[in-house]
């Protein structure tokens, strides 16, 4: 999804709307790669952030704006960790 993929930033948001995106051929799943290197991929549902005029406004915002999104992730990653959770289950899996 991004070149940077241990670093945080908004690289995700700017790459997903600044990237001209085309699906894959190969026999895997369903999915897109940048047009002009082949290198990044971005699934169906990633792609439909920018075709829901609802969710297109952040992807716009956050894109253009990265302290916008550092301060609402942090705003949300806090209350995800402050509200913490109860009655998991664990999978075999996990």
Do not use: H, I
Not at 30 to 37: G, N, W
Request: with cysteine.
């Amino acid at each position: 999804w991004t070149p940077t993929p241990t670093t945080f930033n908004n690289a995700y948001y700017t790459l997903l709307s600044n990237l001209n995106w085309v699906p894959k051929e190969w026999d895997g799943p369903y999915q897109y790669v940048d047009a002009p290197t082949g290198r990044l991929m971005m699934l169906p549902t990633d792609l439909v952030l920018l075709q829901d005029k609802s969710f297109a406004k952040y992807v716009k915002e956050y894109a253009s704006n990265p302290k916008k999104f550092d301060y609402d992730f942090t705003v949300a990653f806090q209350k995800l960790e402050e509200l913490g959770t109860n009655n998991l289950t664990p999978c075999d899996w996990a």
